[in-house]
């Protein structure tokens, strides 16, 4: 429990911080959030 527990732990870190994505101008989730940038209504 504690190896799966350290696996998503580490999973939703990378996923957070170090993840591109196209709709959000090919930055990470928090680079998105820190930039103080949202999504158009339309996308959402």
């Known amino acids: 429990m504690r ?3 350290a696996k998503l732990s ?3 870190h990378w ?3 170090f993840r591109i ?3 959000l101008g ?3 989730p928090v680079e998105f959030r820190e ?3 949202s999504l158009p209504e339309s996308s959402k």
């Open 3 to 5: 190896e799966l527990r």
């Open 10 to 12: 580490d999973y939703v």
């Open 15 to 17: 996923y957070n911080n």
């Open 21 to 23: 994505h196209s709709t």
């Open 26 to 28: 090919y930055m990470s």
């Open 35 to 37: 930039a103080g940038l």
